[in-house]
């Protein structure tokens, strides 16, 4: 039979102390307390003491209430049945529907092996000029949107999910707007995504214990669906509320921090959860696309800092679009060879000259005198930025490769783009439409 | 029978057990819960309070559950059968631990380093009756392209007799291959030995100091902040600015026997790269595969904590066997930020006072002490063998203020100081000439390196004054110079990894490159009316030197656009006045 107890020693944050006797670490129990019954992790042993941490928040626990051991770490039920349902970050329903308790699966499974892990190869397609074109998505990638609060990031996630052709998405919303939740299941919704879809989500109202659960859950049932062989896309946003938890929760527990207040070991513990992300040999694939706001569009401080070491680059968004210098997709060179002969010459050639086109900004902006090239690298600077560079464009990544040679060829003669010969001669547009002056 | 104690507190990878006998700090308990075995140290002892780092995770372990002691340190195993190979940070062989438990790393799985069966060749080179001591070759066995030499146990103290050694033949771990004897004891040894990891080799005559450079091929470093054989050196940068490409191209393309990668507390995929791509690629050096003279030891980032630790120290050790076999070693190590972060976890646990960022107060001694197992030795028959450490700093906030960075700078030959500014503008590799040092000596003149050193400060010192006056605020003179300074950084700091011939420049051809840019380009004067002229002859001999960089050394392409180089740079020179 489960143990109960009732001998409740300390509560401090959201951390009970009870003295109890066989109980593992990481186990999970019951907390049984006038406002309902609430799980708990138990998260350090001492001789007789067990410090538990209480998901549901300490609030209106008395010394006198029940705490049932389970005898068994922290379970998620996984498989088919979640399509189209969502939970909260413990994994109860949040829709209404039943609970489910099949196919359980440990939350913290190991790390996998790295001689089981494949070469990332394939390109996700978004439809995104800005991450097709430069920044290619490469299915079992990592990467975050680095962004400032007030940024479009979760239509951005959103669209990037809807679009990626993926055959299951597993969201995990953490210290979510409500409206935010709502508009993710509505989007979805919309473009018939939502059917493959599980959704995992803390908003900001709920306890704080359980945003840290979030990833895990999430990741948990993605590991699942790939280890069946199905490619999955996992959507975490905010990762930065997901650290500050942790934060909270550490220094709650007497632990010194390192940085800023948080702890010690928070690379680690996002490693953790990116390193999740695999391209199984034999099996499916888990990709990772995150989102970090920064505090005060600050790159340095821990969270993306730390998330930045761990991801395999970064998409940087700032004035509502994805920002060609910052941005960087570490995997790009995996399959940007294989698209197209000019993907790579032409991905160069365009970013160097809008780098270009940024500093005849600053020229101009210090009152120096405009040049006939500077002039003609503000026509280009415009054109990018509108056609190219918008987050309203839409196109598949061939279209958006003749869209790079249409622009360069209105503004440019061949010579100045620095490309070289042979490129030139197979994809210059050939009808007369270059504007001279 | 063995020693034994009772878990009295858990802490994440932490445990305190009580014990009853004697403990020894640092020594190897196993954790017995249900049917796991679960591997850990001794890190401190209290009173009869022994506390364990636990190399695996903890979940489900219970008050009062039974913990062994084994009397031995952190040890690895060393013989023939390591090259290619890929372990973790505890040595175990991950391509096995695949074949036996699939996708995940099981906990409390151990295998053998090297399995115990396998027959090897063994010639050997000692005779009945001859004196040894420790270290001293006693035959050899082939291993890939190397003369493995099978020594007599670096552990062993004193001189010993050999007393027996077997002839020729094909034997394995399991037979002894020689008995030598001390004070009428007669000790039996085996083509593998093993040793505790946290101590150096010391099984040699003398060091000396590393004088000769180690060629990486990448033009940067060779000719303006060389490594030398048996050095150290560092990269530190912030993320995205490259580290671990660079390292990766030093392992392709560094002129040296053996590498040892030790990926710790970085991201598997890259590990992964490393271990799909090697297979395929040839050293040019020997025509073999890469991945032969090359040993991986992993712990990725989402591997066990303390595992990563230890994973440091193992791969210098055996980089150390290797030197013994007057064999030249680089180690690498991504990132050593990922091992400190680790101490400063385990310190953490511990509650000891923390010292700069929470990171333990011994953060200083210890990457010391690594770094001082890097260096050039003369080994017992007069040979030499070297191991040469280079080691990733990943600071936090790319700010090299920071405790690692500073630590690590104290005791490196060689601060090759990435900058995300450089990695941005997309000049790779990203090591910014400004900042980087090395106290090591290039194969190119010194004085001509010191001017080209002046020559990119000088070029930067005019950027920042034209950021602020404009171009039409600088002289003709001071526009050239900068020009000159930026072509050199252009052309011959920058190297594309993506060009086959480009990505490795050989010695030879980088001394010919450096001084044909330092005589005829750098030193000279060039007639030009002004700077529009002057923009427009650098941007042309830009791209000469574009292409001719992708040029096979001396075939024909090259040897035209010498020539048309040389052609071109003609018309524009200025007779100088006083020749």
């Known amino acids: ?437 | 029978m063995g020693r034994r104690g009772k878990i009295v507190k858990i802490v994440g990878n932490l445990v305190a057990v009580e014990f009853a006998e004697a403990v020894y700090q640092n020594e190897v308990a196993y954790i017995l819960h249900n049917e796991e075995k679960l591997k850990s140290e001794v890190i401190r002892i209290r009173g009869n309070i022994a506390e364990l780092q636990v190399y695996e995770r903890t979940e489900g372990l219970k008050i009062g559950e039974e913990v062994e002691f084994t009397g031995e340190l952190l040890s690895a195993d060393l013989g023939p059968g390591l090259l290619g190979q890929i372990f973790d940070g505890l040595q175990n062989p991950l391509s096995l631990l695949a074949e036996k438990y699939g996708f995940f790393l099981k906990r409390g799985a151990y295998l053998k380093a090297l399995p115990e069966e396998n027959f090897w060749e063994f010639i050997p080179l000692a005779k009945k009756g001859e004196k040894v001591k420790a270290g001293d070759r006693l035959g050899y066995v082939f291993e890939k392209i190397f003369k493995h030499y099978i020594m007599v146990p670096f552990s062993f103290p004193g001189i010993f007799e050999v007393e027996e050694i077997v002839p020729e033949g094909k034997y394995n771990f399991k037979q002894p291959i020689a008995y030598l004897k001390k004070e009428d004891k007669v000790y039996e040894v085996f083509m593998k030995q093993s040793w505790p990891v946290k101590i150096p080799i010391r099984a040699y005559r003398e060091r000396l100091s590393p004088q000769k450079t180690l060629v990486t091929k990448i033009r940067l470093i060779d000719s303006l902040f060389p490594i030398a054989l048996g050095g150290t050196y560092c990269i530190p940068g912030p993320f995205g600015s490259g580290k671990t490409v660079l390292q990766q191209l030093i392992s392709k393309h560094a002129e040296i026997d053996i590498v040892v990668i030790a990926a710790c507390g970085e991201r598997a995929g890259e590990v992964v790269e490393v271990l799909r791509t090697f297979p395929e690629l040839t050293d040019p050096r020997t025509g073999k595969l890469l991945i032969d003279r090359t040993i991986i030891i992993c712990n990725t980032s989402a591997m066990p904590v303390a595992a990563r630790e230890s994973s440091v120290y193992t791969a210098v050790t055996l980089a150390e066997y290797y030197r013994q076999m007057g064999l030249n070693v680089l180690l690498l190590a991504d990132s050593t930020s990922r091992w400190a972060q680790a101490m400063r976890e385990i310190s953490g646990r511990l509650e000891e006072i923390p010292g700069e960022e929470a990171f333990p107060a011994y953060l200083e001694s210890r990457i010391a002490a690594f770094y001082e197992r890097a260096g050039v030795v003369r080994l017992n028959d007069g040979s030499i063998g070297s191991v040469t450490i280079g080691g990733t700093v990943s600071p936090a906030g790319g700010n090299f203020e920071e405790p690692v960075t500073q630590a690590t700078l104290k005791v490196v030959g060689a601060f090759l100081g990435l900058s995300r500014e450089r990695a941005e503008a997309r000049k790779y590799p990203a090591i910014d000439p400004l900042i980087s040092w090395s106290k090591y000596k290039s194969f190119i003149e010194e004085e001509r390196v010191s001017f080209i050193h002046s020559v990119l400060r000088r070029a930067n010192d005019i950027y920042q004054m034209m950021k602020v006056v404009g171009e039409e605020g600088i002289t003709l003179e001071d526009y050239i110079e900068y020009l000159k300074g930026e072509f050199f950084d252009y052309v011959y700091l920058q190297q594309y990894a993506f060009d086959p011939v480009d990505e490795a420049t050989t010695q030879e051809r980088q001394k010919y490159i450096f001084d044909f840019i330092y005589e005829k380009i750098i030193q000279e004067e060039f007639l030009l009316e002004n700077k529009e002229n002057a923009l427009k002859f650098f941007q042309k001999l830009r791209q000469l030197f574009k292409t001719w960089n992708s040029e096979i050394w001396q075939s024909a392409g090259f040897k035209d656009l010498d020539r048309e180089i040389r052609e071109f740079l003609n018309e524009r020179r200025k007779v100088k006045s006083n020749v």
Not at chain 1, 87 to 93: A, E
Not at chain 1, 119 to 137: A, C, E, H, W, Y
């Open chain 1, 1 to 437: 039979m489960y143990r109960v107890y009732t001998e409740i020693l300390e509560i401090v944050g959201d951390v009970l102390v009870v003295e109890a006797e066989n109980v593992g670490y990481g186990e999970i129990a019951e907390v049984t307390s006038q406002r309902g019954t609430s799980l708990a992790q138990v998260i350090r042993l001492e001789e007789k003491k067990v410090f538990l941490q209480v998901f549901a928040g300490s609030k209106g626990i008395s010394t006198g209430d029940r705490i049932r051991f389970l005898g068994h770490p922290l379970y998620i039920a996984t498989g088919e049945e979640l399509l189209g349902r969502i939970f909260n970050g413990t994994g109860l329903p949040r829709d209404g529907g039943p609970p489910l308790s099949e196919n359980l699966r440990e939350i913290a499974t190991p790390a996998v092996n790295p001689v089981k892990r494949l070469l990332p190869q394939k390109l996700v397609r978004t439809g995104i000029p800005m991450i097709d074109l430069f920044n290619s998505l490469v299915e079992s990638q990592k990467i975050p949107i680095f962004s400032i609060p007030g940024e479009p990031y979760n239509e951005l996630l959103a669209r990037i999910a809807i679009q990626a052709e993926m055959e299951i998405i597993i969201l995990g919303g953490m210290g979510l707007k409500y409206d935010d939740y709502l508009f993710f299941r509505q989007r979805l919704e919309e473009k018939g995504a939502l059917a493959r879809a599980v959704f995992f989500v803390h908003t900001a109202s709920d306890p704080i214990v359980e945003c840290l659960l979030v990833p895990d859950i999430s990741l948990a049932v993605a590991e699942d669906f790939a280890l069946k062989g199905k490619r999955v896309l996992v959507l975490l946003t905010d990762m930065t509320h997901f650290c500050d938890a942790l934060k909270e929760v550490s220094i709650t527990l007497e632990q010194i921090p390192s940085n800023r207040g948080y702890p010690g070991d928070l690379y680690t513990q996002l490693a953790r959860r990116y390193e999740k992300a695999v391209d199984f040999e034999g099996a499916g694939s888990i990709t990772i696309i995150s989102v970090t706001t920064m505090p005060g569009d600050d790159v340095t401080h821990p969270i993306p800092d730390n998330t930045g070491y761990i991801t395999e680059g970064q998409f940087y968004l700032r004035n509502k679009m994805i920002e060609p210098f910052g941005s960087l997709s570490r995997l790009r060179q995996q399959v940007n060879a294989k698209t197209r002969s000019d993907h790579r010459t032409l991905m160069d050639a365009l970013i160097q000259l809008f780098a270009s086109y940024r500093e005849t900004l600053e020229k101009r902006a210090m009152g120096f005198k405009m040049t006939e090239w500077d002039k003609k690298l503000l026509h280009y600077g415009e054109l990018f930025e509108k056609k190219m560079l918008s987050l309203e464009v839409n196109i598949p990544l061939e279209e958006a490769l003749d869209l790079g040679w249409e622009i360069l060829c209105t503004c440019f003669s061949p010579e100045e783009t620095g490309i070289k010969r042979s490129l030139i001669e197979e994809y210059w547009p050939k009808k007369v439409g270059s504007e001279e002056k």
